[in-house]
């Protein structure tokens, strides 16, 4: 009886053991299967603007005699604008690269929200000229201790994003308060916003809500490095729609430095 009990026991072992290769193997595959996906995502976005600028530039010098000027032009537009695009795409890998490897190190110094969101909203003028900019910005706002780098470049993503995906005519409202311990900054589109219940998977690597996001020459990294930038600073960045009309709301709360929460409560 005890070696048939010993028989059946290594026999469940084994079983169990089974279960447990086939569970890794599912994993592997799984992992494998992601890899894939992102390696194909990844070359289908660096070789959609080489496309475009291998046409053009091709087009450029197999009908140099016959082009008129205003085709030219049009021709080496197109040119810097997909190399632009191609370069956006590169840096964006490589701070999404950095950020996975730990090697984002924030180079807080005190900074002035105020200054900065300025700064933002200079570098994406051209992209915000068809729709109206309000800056709504409480004026005893703390100074912050941040990286200048990355919080513009967070506050840049957010309102590439909603010039993106907010018809022009449209208000793009930049928002901040202290709230307690904190300063809360807030984006604020009238666009289609975001889908309910799937809201947070705008904070994956290279999700796009509606595939045809992906034409708008965006990379699908812009919130996963703006949240990976806002959290190594100490910060949140969460999205939702808005309660008061259609369009999207993102809001990225910063941490005010214990020094000042001490000075102002003196
Ligand atoms: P992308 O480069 O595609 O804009 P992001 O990471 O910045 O990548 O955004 C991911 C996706 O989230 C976008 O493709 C879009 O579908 C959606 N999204 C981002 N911002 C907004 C917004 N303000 N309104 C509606 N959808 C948005």
Redesign the pocket.
Known sequence: LLDALADMGALAIERVRLVEDLDRAERAAETDRLRQALLTSISHDLRTPLASVLGAASTLRDLEAVLGAEAKADLLGTIIEESERLNRFIVNLLDMTRLEAGAVAPNLAPQDVAETVDTALRRVEKVLAAHRVVVDLAPDLPTLRLDAVLFEQVLV?LLD??A???PEDTSVTVRARREGGHVRIEIL?E????PEGDIER?FDKF????KS??V?A???????ISRGFVEAMGGTVTAANRSDRTG?V?TVTLPVPARTTKDIAA
């Open positions: 993503n994003n909603a993106k995906y907010a589109d666009g289609v916003g975001l705008v999700y796009r809500v509606r996001d992906r708008r965006g990379t699908g990294l812009g919130l996963a999207a993102f």
